[in-house]
């Protein structure tokens, strides 16, 4: 079974840019949530999409949005790219019930110059 | 929002120690998940706990989810260095709906 597959690994962005990230989730997976990792905030909670609709949000700027499409992929966009927004940006599905465990992609790290 | 305080931070020890990582929290969870994190990787799940007083053993790792569902530990036997690693608990507060709580984690290395 395939895990989450996120691209690009990699991107370099300038002050103001704006950026989208992509997240294909296990096939049969409709949950698919982002975490924005820093060294010195850990790991924090941007949303999560269920069946193509936002169902819960961090407390992040309205600059970070996503969406998800009817087959579960999902992508992220960041505008007006900030340096504080360098950061590896992970997703996550699982099956979106209660007590389900996430299976994480390996990130896309991203850096603002 | 819940808040997960993990110690130690940073732990270094030799090969064949045992040690114990905690993860606390005021706030009662509806389960907590154990993850492990290597470099340029997404965390891997370890476990999950949803039972207070639940104990779960995989190999040489043993985790226990406190009485009152507001604690975590996992210990670790005999630590080999491919132990190393960021050591991350993770709590969710119910109804599927609020995404994951993280501790900072557990900067973890096994020296040989």
């Known amino acids: 079974k395939a895990g989450v597959t996120q691209t690009p690994r990699y991107l370099i962005k300038t002050r103001g840019q704006q950026v989208t990230l992509s997240c294909s989730p296990i096939?049969?997976?409709?949950?698919v949530s982002w975490y924005q990792q820093t060294p010195g905030q850990g790991l924090q909670f941007l949303f999560e999409?269920?069946?193509?609709?936002?169902?819960n949000k961090g407390n992040f700027p309205g600059r970070f949005s996503g969406r998800q499409f009817s087959n579960s992929r999902s992508e992220m966009n960041v505008s007006t790219l900030e340096l504080g927004d360098s950061a590896l940006y992970l997703c996550?599905?699982?099956?979106?019930?209660?007590?389900?465990?996430?299976?994480f992609g390996d990130g896309t790290r991203l850096s603002i110059l | 929002t819940q808040l997960l305080e993990q110690s130690p931070q940073f732990l270094s020890i030799q090969e064949g120690e045992n040690l114990t990582v905690y993860c606390n929290s005021s706030?009662?969870?509806?389960?907590l998940q154990w993850y492990r994190q290597e470099p340029g990787e997404g965390p891997v799940l370890l476990v999950t706990?949803?039972?207070?007083?639940e104990v779960k053993k995989l190999k040489r790792l043993t985790f226990q989810f406190g009485d009152a569902r507001k604690d975590s530990s996992l210990h670790i036997t005999a630590a080999q260095p491919g132990d190393t690693g960021l050591y991350l608990c993770?709590?969710?507060?119910?109804?599927?709906?609020?995404?994951?709580?993280f501790g900072k984690g557990t900067h973890l290395i096994i020296q040989p």
């Open positions: 996550a599905s699982s099956y979106g019930q209660e007590n389900q465990p996430q299976h």
């Open positions: 096939s049969g997976h409709r949950s």
């Open positions: 999409y269920f069946s193509e609709t936002q169902r």
């Open positions: 706030s009662v969870f509806s389960s």
């Open positions: 706990v949803v039972t207070g007083g």
């Open positions: 993770a709590a969710d507060s119910g109804g599927g709906a609020d995404g994951l709580t």
